[in-house]
Structures are given as structure tokens and as C-alpha cells.
């Protein structure tokens, strides 16, 4: 069993939908959590950083860290085409800088 | 732009041989780490280094090999390559040594094809 399990998807919505990505873990000593963006082919861009539980805002992203289920999740408000790309959630328990990726869920927003 | 270079970005080789990925961290940042990202495994942490020192390790093969130099550029090694070695590899950095505050920003990456 992964340390860090989530869907690969593909996903696929519609322009201006509202879009929720998710992972579950196994370890709990994860402290921090962080989802990046991936386009094709290019290095992994860091969007949301939280630590331990509750919920983070930033512009159209929100993300929600419930460590009692061991669960996190990203929600992107009114999605546009160019948030199309990969999405992957990270998290480490901070005795070290060694982060746990999953899978990643490809997403395609449709115009 | 991460603030985070990668060189070279494209790497084609055969078996057997060694090459090196080299990679400058952010103005400021004193940690460097090193990830392989390949399709069945996804992105894995290979090592860091923090200030120049080795911090924390991964499942990285003996083969490969990496460092941090006084000027905080760091470099990966990998030889004896094997056509499984063919991926994608990342470099990261971040301001702390990866304890509590931890962002890491990535770099474009060097994508490694062994023929």
C-alpha cells in the first residue's frame, strides 16, 4: 500500500466548474501538506502549503487538510482551460525535507 | 519561473554510461533535493543536502551519486545507466534545512533518456 494514495483521473468539467481533488495517506506523523501543479513536461509549480488541520484560501484554490481522516483535498473555483495540467498532492512530517507525491490527477477543463 | 535552474534540460545516452545533472538553487535558499519522476513511479525523492551537507536520503541507487558545493549549485551523478534510469529529474529548493518550514520550489527539470 502507497503512503500517499490519489485518483489519476482524468478528470474532465466544464468552463466555470467548481472542481475538487483529493488524496488519502497512511501515516500520521504527515504534518504538512502542499498540492502542485504540473503542465506537461515542465517542473511541478507549488500552490497551496498547509500545515497540520483546517482550510487555506488563496483566489480560486482552497485547500482542506482533515488529519482525524487522514485526508486532504483541493477545490479550484470557476475553473478556466489553462488550469488543465496535473495536479499532485505532497506532504511530509517534518523531521525531514523528503516529501510523499501522489500519483497526480491529470484535469481537463473544457471550454 | 521558480527561480530554480536546471542544466541541461535534455540529456539522450546509452547504457553504461555516466552523466551529470546540475542544479542551482534560489537566491537565498540553502537547501537543495533531488526527485525522479518517471510514469510507473511517480515523482520519487532521490537525496538532500542542506548548507553542504548530506540530510536526508531516499531510495536513491548506489549508483547514483550527488553534492552540494561551497556556492550551494548542486550536482547528481548517475552511472552504469540502465534504461530504467530514463525519466525526469527535478530538482528542488528551499530557504530551511526541512524541518517545519519546508516549501520547496521546483526546477524545470532534466529529462534523461538512456538508449
Known amino acids: 500500500q502507497k503512503e500517499v494514495e490519489q485518483d489519476p483521473g482524468p478528470l474532465s468539467v466544464p468552463e466555470g466548474a467548481i472542481v475538487s481533488l483529493n488524496c488519502t495517506y497512511s501515516?500520521?506523523?504527515?504534518?504538512?501538506f502542499m498540492w502542485y501543479r504540473q503542465y506537461s513536461r515542465k517542473g511541478p509549480e507549488l500552490l497551496m502549503y498547509t500545515y497540520s488541520s483546517g482550510n487555506k484560501e488563496d483566489g480560486r484554490f482552497t485547500a482542506q487538510v482533515d488529519k482525524s481522516s487522514k485526508y486532504i483535498s483541493l477545490f479550484i473555483r470557476d475553473s478556466q482551460p489553462s488550469d488543465s495540467a496535473t495536479y499532485l498532492c505532497?506532504?511530509?512530517?517534518?523531521?525531514?525535507?523528503?516529501?510523499?507525491f501522489g500519483q497526480g490527477t491529470t484535469l481537463q477543463v473544457k471550454p | 519561473d521558480s527561480g530554480v535552474t536546471q542544466t541541461p534540460k535534455h540529456l539522450i545516452t546509452a547504457t553504461g554510461q555516466r552523466v551529470t545533472l546540475r542544479c542551482s538553487p534560489r537566491s537565498g535558499d540553502l537547501s537543495v533535493y533531488w526527485y525522479q519522476q518517471s510514469l510507473d513511479q511517480g515523482l520519487q525523492f532521490l537525496i538532500q543536502?542542506?548548507?553542504?551537507?548530506?540530510?536526508a536520503k531516499g531510495n536513491i541507487l548506489e549508483r547514483f551519486s550527488a553534492q552540494q558545493f561551497p556556492d550551494l549549485h548542486s550536482e547528481l551523478n548517475l552511472s552504469s545507466l540502465e534504461l530504467g534510469d530514463s525519466a525526469l529529474y527535478f530538482c528542488a529548493s528551499s530557504v530551511e534545512k526541512g524541518t517545519g518550514d519546508n516549501e520547496q520550489f521546483f526546477g524545470p527539470g532534466t529529462r534523461l533518456t538512456v538508449l
Open positions: 505532497a506532504m511530509n512530517s517534518g523531521n525531514t525535507g523528503k516529501l510523499i
Open positions: 501515516n500520521s506523523a504527515f504534518q504538512y
Open positions: 543536502y542542506y548548507n553542504g551537507e548530506e540530510r
